[in-house]
């Protein structure tokens, strides 16, 4: 673990797109757009270039975090505000004073078994991650380091 390093877990619907999109994606890399949630965005601003991102597959049978991706990009205005023929279009948003940002993350790995949400609930040392906690939907969240260890432990994957 990189002193300073931060954790988070992004979620996204695999038929969005999926961990495998990431993978085939140019360089690797997208940009995480659309987040329409003012505490998710904020999370996002609080991104620095080498924090870990736990890519979770949401509204999947079942959901799982599947992977890892890295933060390659600090936060930036999300274009898709500005766009009107995108779903993300938000009017009350001003190019003169962006209300939503986006960061970029790059592929590094793919586990080799998912772990489920069952799964993590049956941790005991998990019991207080955002995602096991009852009513949590942000799509982007934090991760402390001894969970981040533990969920890469029980993925058999190896830290970036």
Known sequence: MKPGRRYWLMKSEPRV???????????????WDGVRNYQARNFMRAMTVGDQVLF??????????????EVVRTAYPDKTQFDKSSH?????????????????????????ASLSLDRLREEPQLKNMVLLQKGSRLSVQPVTEMEWVLVLKLAGARAS
């Open 88 to 112: 993300h279009y938000d009017p009350a948003s001003a190019p003169s004073a962006p209300r939503w940002d986006m960061v970029d993350i790059q592929y590094r790995q793919t586990f080799k």
């Open 56 to 69: 979770y597959h949401s509204n999947a049978e079942p959901p799982a975090v599947v992977g890892i991706a």
């Open 17 to 31: 797109f999926s961990i495998e999109d990431l993978a085939q994606s140019s360089k690797q890399t997208t940009c």
